[in-house]
């Protein structure tokens, strides 16, 4: 079993470093019974990573040991539309490598850019990103994820989201939903209009 994590590098800096590691050894100590922790400023630390003003994303595949670190070029991938997606049985509670169920829930988008995940009647994330619903004055994130991610882990400990459970017949609520992930940063603004959501 192998898992990833993906880390936005920011000319030469990785961010949210504290959040990654927190959740890298939290899994390692629930999947695999691994005490020990990976220190990942060190590990970042000896690896070359690519000096330029362009986005990078670092992947780190891992299990009990660090299997391999890369870094790519990051590209935004524009999402103008959702698509709701019920599946009851869907277990995503760490960042495995393998999506097979998620891939294949994605394959079933039709003409949508992307998918809504909903699981036992409520909201939880799109295929590669924790949401956010914007009611006019505040902004709203899934109490249930299938993932916790560590760009929504930072904003809920600033404060700057709540955490609500958000069924399907309530986003007539929300005038927009933003994706944010690890690479997606909230003031990226990457928004998709409430009326581009498809059942």
Not at 133 to 148: I, S
């Amino acid at each position: 079993m192998l898992l990833l994590e993906s880390i936005r590098i920011e000319k030469g800096e990785p961010l949210n470093i504290d959040y990654h590691q927190k959740r890298m050894n939290t899994s390692r100590q629930k999947l695999f019974h691994s005490n020990d922790e990976i220190d990942l400023v060190s590990l970042l630390k000896e690896q070359l990573i690519p000096k330029t003003d362009s986005i990078q994303k670092c992947r780190i595949i891992y299990n009990t040991l660090v299997r391999k670190v890369e870094f790519i070029p990051y590209k935004v991938r524009k999402v103008n539309s959702l698509k709701l997606m019920q599946c009851d049985d869907i277990e995503y509670d760490h960042k495995y490598l393998n999506r097979e169920k998620i891939d294949e829930l994605y394959s079933k988008k039709g003409d949508s850019d992307d998918i809504i995940i909903v699981k036992e009647g409520f909201l939880t994330d799109s295929s590669f990103a924790n949401l956010l619903f914007f009611d006019g004055e505040n902004w709203v994130t899934p109490a249930k994820p299938l993932l916790q991610g560590t760009q929504r882990a930072k904003l809920l400990s600033e404060g700057r989201i709540l955490a609500s459970r958000v069924k399907p017949e309530n986003l007539r609520k929300y005038s927009k939903i933003r994706l944010i992930n690890a690479m997606l940063r909230f003031e990226d603004k990457v928004d998709i209009s409430s009326s581009q959501i498809f059942s």
